[in-house]
Each structure stands twice: as structure tokens, then as C-alpha cells.
């Protein structure tokens, strides 16, 4: 082997086919390394004894051990560096039945065989680079657990609909779609958060100090504006949803990262199976009422304001009583500091009324300034 190919990430081919295995080693020897199996269980021997395979390429046919059973062997793993290795499952068809299984079962990526070889490529270097990633995430664990006792929360972002996407519009579609919500995530996470790349149109964010309230209220204030999102292709307007799944330490440092992402990573597939477009955690579905008050506060608060000083105050409007209750421990602490008559009991007693009357309000703008003025 040449020091050039030792250098390069090492991907293990499992197919009972040589003329696959052949033709995909074509494809991919000058960006990657190789090693071919015939089947699962000789597939999952070399996954035992080589510690440098980074990708796993696996037919789902085969004699002894097939594909999906490799897939088991691999998620239940105990060894850390095998159960967090990304999956790419290749089929002769587009079998829907097929492609559900496997992300069942917790495959990374699923294409056909015959794939371009540019895409390929791509998917593979985005694979490789996440496995990269992991890696370097579960190496600064133990420094993170130091800073924070443990205290670490992971989200899991998924695209919904991203391969039904991909296959209506296209695949540099798709990837336009996964460069806008990598932007949006580089925009609105913390200086401290780290971002991770899992698969196309699919996600991590690590967030250490920070409870899953706290995680809950950003996942929904990420939805909301993926969602204010419309992309125009040819004649179709194009919008976009997101499930995102929460998993934390709860300051349990003995918890292993990839712990958290895969525990998050099937509550981004339990919300998939209701549907999509969702926020799940422990609990179940997380929403606007299930988030903690002062998480609210700080979402839900900065959101309107976002929305009144752009002229959009109609929509904070619409969430006055959402507003009020997370407004209200604050005003309390500044009723107790300056004692100027902030009428608490009155703003409580409005904010559990269900429907607001908004002909009882209105709002009137001046200028650039929204101005709020209650009617008699």
C-alpha cells in the first residue's frame, strides 16, 4: 500500500457480487481507500480487527449475514468506534419497503446501485467527513464534561421529506436546501455550540450548559423560521419542515456522546412516524406549552421583537398570550424592584384567556415605531 492510499479514509465494500464490488472500487479508488468483503459476516470480521475503516458500503442480499443484518450487528455494538460508524445501504432498486428498513435500522445513507459516481462521491466524502467529525466530537467529550459536570444536550436537525425532495427537484436542490439550513444554524447557535454535519439535509448541534427547556425552545424558534423560508424552482414554490430530536446528559458525565446523538437520532424517526415537522424529546412532542416559562421567555420574547421592529407585529399579535405568560416573571422581578404599579394580577387573569379579544387592543404604527394602546 502507498503512503498516498494510507492517507486516504478507508471504506469497507460489502457485496457478494465482484462486478459491484469492482465497479464501485473504480469509482471511488482515487478518493478513497478500499477494502472488499463478500459477505455480512466476513464483512463484520474486518469491522472487529481494523480499527482504521472510517464508511461501511453494504449490499442488502447476501449469503451468511445480509445487509440489514450486518446493520444490527453494527448499531448494537458495544465497541464505540464500530456502533457510530456511518452506514451506506446500496440496493439494485429504489425499493421504498427496502430504504424504510434501513433507516430503521439506523443506516446513514441509501442509494441504488448505478448511482452517478459524482454523487457518489459526494455522499461518500460527506459520510467520510462525518465520521471525521465524530471523532474529533468524542475526543474534546471528556474536556466539554469537565467545563460543564456533564451537563450537555444534543439536537438532532433532520430536512423532512429529504430524499422525496431530492428525487422531485434534484439533487443540487436538495444540497442548496442543506447549504440554507447549515447557514441558518451557523447564524443562530451559540459561540460555544458545535455544529455537526451527519448526513445530507440532517444535522447535530452539541450544546453544552444548556437543558433540554433550553433546546426545546430553540428547535422550535428553528422551525419557525426554516418554515418562513420559500425557494422558487422553475415553477414551483418550495417549502421546508424540520423534526428535530433532543437527547441530554442531564450532568450524568458517564453518558457517551454518541449515547446522546443516537438517542436523539430516534427521536428525529419517532417524530418522522407522526408525521414530520415536529420537536420530540423524553417526553414526547415538545411544544410552545410544554417548554419551560424562562425558556420561553428568552424564544418567544426575542422572536416578537425581532417581528415588531420589521413591521411584522401582526404575528407577534397573534402570540400576546404566549407572550404575556413568559413576560410575566420578569415584570414581577421589576414590580418588586421599582414598585410603579404594574397591574400583575390583571396581565395573569388576561394571559389564561384562551381567545383573546382583539378588538380590545389595537395597534397603531408611528413612523418606524410599533406602538401597542389598549381600548376602554
Known amino acids: 500500500m502507498t503512503e498516498v492510499a494510507a492517507q486516504l479514509p478507508r471504506i469497507l465494500i460489502v457485496d457478494d457480487s465482484r462486478m459491484v464490488r469492482a465497479s464501485l472500487i473504480k469509482q471511488i479508488r482515487d478518493k478513497f481507500d478500499v477494502r472488499e468483503e463478500v459477505d455480512g459476516e466476513a464483512g463484520w470480521q474486518s469491522l472487529l480487527l481494523d480499527p482504521t475503516i472510517e464508511v461501511v458500503i453494504s449490499d442488502i442480499g447476501m449469503p451468511r449475514l445480509d ?66 467529525t465524530r471523532r474529533e466530537l468524542e475526543q474534546s467529550r471528556e474536556q466539554l464534561v469537565r467545563r460543564n459536570r456533564g451537563d450537555v444536550s444534543v439536537m438532532v436537525i433532520e430536512v423532512d421529506h429529504y430524499d422525496r425532495l431530492c428525487e422531485s427537484y434534484g439533487h443540487s436542490v436538495g444540497q442548496l436546501v442543506h447549504r440554507k ?156 424592584e421599582y414598585h410603579v404599579g404594574i397591574p400583575l394580577a390583571e396581565l395573569a387573569e388576561k394571559a389564561q384567556i384562551t381567545n383573546i379579544d382583539m378588538n380590545a387592543q389595537a395597534m397603531t404604527t408611528v413612523g418606524s415605531r410599533t406602538v401597542w394602546r389598549t381600548g376602554a
Open 67 to 132: 445487509g440489514f443484518g450486518l446493520l444490527q450487528r453494527i448499531r448494537a455494538s458495544r465497541l464505540a468506534r464500530v456502533n457510530c460508524l456511518p452506514v451506506l445501504i446500496i440496493s439494485g432498486e429504489d425499493e421504498n419497503e427496502a430504504r424504510m428498513r434501513a433507516q430503521e435500522l439506523g443506516a446513514t445513507d441509501f442509494i441504488t446501485k448505478g448511482t452517478p459516481r459524482v454523487e457518489l462521491l459526494a455522499r461518500l466524502e460527506a459520510l467520510a467527513k462525518l465520521a471525521q
Open 181 to 336: 439550513l447549515s447557514k441558518l444554524l451557523s447564524a443562530k447557535v451559540r459561540k460555544e455550540d458545535t455544529i455537526a454535519h451527519l448526513a445530507e439535509g440532517q444535522f447535530a448541534v452539541i450544546s453544552p450548559s444548556a437543558d433540554l427547556d433550553a433546546c426545546g425552545a430553540f428547535a422550535l424558534r428553528l422551525r419557525r423560521a426554516i418554515e418562513t423560508i420559500v425557494m422558487t424552482y422553475k415553477e414551483h414554490r418550495i417549502r421546508v419542515s424540520l423534526t428535530v430530536g433532543l437527547a441530554s446528559a442531564h450532568g450524568d458525565a458517564s453518558v457517551s456522546l454518541e449515547h446522546l446523538l443516537q438517542t436523539a437520532a430516534q427521536r428525529v424517526a419517532d417524530g418522522r412516524k407522526l408525521g414530520g415537522n415536529r420537536v420530540v424529546s423524553e417526553s414526547g412532542e415538545v411544544t410552545a406549552d410544554t417548554v419551560g416559562r424562562f425558556s420561553r421567555l428568552a424564544v418567544s420574547v426575542d422572536h416578537a421583537l425581532t417581528q415588531i421592529r420589521t413591521g411584522s407585529g401582526e404575528e407577534a399579535r397573534k402570540r400576546l398570550r404566549e407572550l404575556t405568560n413568559t413576560l410575566l416573571p420578569l415584570l414581577e422581578m421589576i414590580e418588586s
